[in-house]
């Protein structure tokens, strides 16, 4: 999904104007920063705004002391305002909730009398009424570029009060970083961000950097579908899975501008699918620590609304969040529950979930962000495809039941964890008594037997272990058919990681 700057956008916005489309569907939070720039790219000189509290006024001028708040009462004045007139009906979502207002706005875009008159619906919430579907046009209004944010950047400190005595510590270089951790804000967010560090301690500096940054986490703290994470996972926290951390080691710095400029392509992203329990969740928290990036989890199932077109701009803004917060990690857990049937669309969906998914998959071909997906999956026959061929993600890898030599590094990792002393343990006979035990299993293995010793009052003993393992039915012996059908599945199609 290739972003588009300013300049791009209203290009765009002309050429469907000129082409005789009279209504467009911008979806933003920054009513006035658009506002501004339609006039400016546009040359808009008779445009109009509408609000449920101000109703219909001119937009820089003067207002109106009666002004028309009523929805369907102003699109009725709409007919009358002047020829080549643009009206932009902000929140408008709300008021197309009411069945008279959709009406009227339906006769009125397709009324003779329209002439030239175009209308758009600003909003941040894209909810289109099915009765407007095939006469509406949604474009996604960009966030602030580079240089918006630098120009940004000086107004405030040269407007900022002297007697503040304020400081610029910051060379250029520290300087765009700055400015870079601010791209993805809006310019009211950016603005807010650049403000508390001067407030903080009248000097920008550095360190600044890492409060514009946290300004970016509140932006994953307010989305529906994602979680912020964080983890003290490494790779010291995974048994096994050595060629796995390999390929992890080699890409570890492929996000970095001497990369860049070796001409190595970003990384885009793994696919780990196999037997549950064995260690993908811990994966992506164990990459997230290794690459010093955020960890996003992705509910992707969130994404579905149930107006038209709000599962579509759901999953834009979606992917909007993760390229807010890049670079980043996107996790995206047990991804087959998600986009099982998404590829050929849900029955009476009207075609939503197919073109929810195509979302993904053209923003995944095409991201230009360091956003490295994280994709894990139990049942690879309810994947589409389109998900796993090339050129989408990197590489699929594929998580089997550990081996006696994993086992014992597995569970001597969640002994550890937990202050337990192995040196009295047979851990080689403990590790034959967890043939085909997963690491998920290993590890309530040993709480379990902690939790024998701790109501016993003493010490871990080797036996405790015994017992919790004799305890435990491991999901391989319910499951064998299915682990056996995963492993001739991934002979010839995915990586071990191991």
């Not at 998920?440 to 040993?446: K, S, Y």
């Amino acid at each position: 999904m290739a972003k588009k700057n300013t300049d791009v956008f209203f290009k765009e916005c002309k050429l469907l104007l000129d082409s005789s489309f009279s209504l467009l569907y911008i979806v933003t939070w920054e009513e006035q920063r658009f506002l501004q720039q339609l006039k400016a790219h546009l040359n808009a000189t008779n445009l109009y705004t509408w609000s449920c509290v101000s109703g219909l006024q001119p937009f820089g001028k003067e207002k109106l002391k009666q002004a028309t708040i009523n929805p369907v009462e102003a699109l009725s004045t709409v007919l009358s305002l002047p020829m080549n007139s643009m009206v932009v009906l902000n929140d408008f979502h709300k008021a197309l909730e009411d069945h008279s207002v959709v009406r009227k706005l339906r006769e009125v875009i397709s009324s003779s009398k329209l002439g030239d008159r175009k209308l758009m619906i600003l909003s941040p919430v894209l909810h289109i009424p099915s009765e407007i579907e095939k006469d509406v046009i949604v474009m996604d209004f960009p966030l602030p570029t580079f240089d918006e944010l630098n120009k940004l950047l000086y107004s405030i400190l040269t407007t900022y009060p002297h007697n503040q005595r304020t400081k610029v510590m910051l060379n250029q270089r520290e300087k765009e970083s700055l400015i870079d951790a601010a791209l993805g804000l809006t310019l009211t967010e950016a603005q807010n961000a650049f403000k508390k560090c001067l407030h903080d301690d009248a000097k920008l500096s550095a360190s600044d950097i890492e409060m514009v940054l946290e300004q970016k986490r509140q932006a994953v703290r307010k989305s529906s579908f994602m979680e912020y994470s964080t983890t003290e996972e490494n790779e010291k926290s995974i048994g096994g899975m050595s060629k796995l951390k390999s390929w992890l080691e080699e890409r570890e710095n492929a996000f970095s501008q001497e990369a860049k400029e070796y001409g190595l392509p970003q990384p885009k992203g793994i696919l780990l699918m196999g037997v549950q329990g064995c260690g993908k969740s811990l994966v992506a928290k164990v990459i997230s620590n290794m690459w010093k990036m955020p960890l996003l989890r992705f509910d992707m199932g969130k994404v579905f609304g149930s107006f038209i077109g709000s599962s579509e701009s759901n999953m834009r803004q979606a992917i909007q969040t993760a390229e807010t917060v890049a670079p980043c990690i996107l996790w995206v857990d047990e991804i087959e529950k998600a986009v099982s049937g998404m590829s050929k669309g849900l029955a009476n969906d009207g075609g939503t979930s197919a073109r929810v998914f195509s979302t993904f998959l053209t923003w995944l071909q095409e991201k230009t962000d360091p956003v490295f997906v994280v994709a894990t999956a139990n049942q690879i026959h309810q994947l589409p495809p389109e998900l796993i061929r090339k050129g989408r993600l990197d590489e699929i890898f594929f998580v089997d039941l550990p081996n006696p030599v994993e086992r014992k590094e597995i569970l001597t990792i969640h002994l550890q964890k937990r202050k337990q002393k192995i040196e009295n343990l047979d851990l080689n006979a403990l590790v034959q008594r967890l043939d085909m035990f997963s690491g998920a299993e290993i590890e309530q293995a040993v709480v379990s037997a902690m939790h024998k010793a701790f109501f016993a009052k003493r010490d871990l003993q080797e036996d405790d272990l015994f017992q919790a393992i004799s305890e435990t039915y491991p999901l391989s012996t319910t499951m064998q058919e299915d682990i056996d059908k995963l492993r001739q599945w991934s002979e010839y199609r995915a990586r071990k990681v191991s």
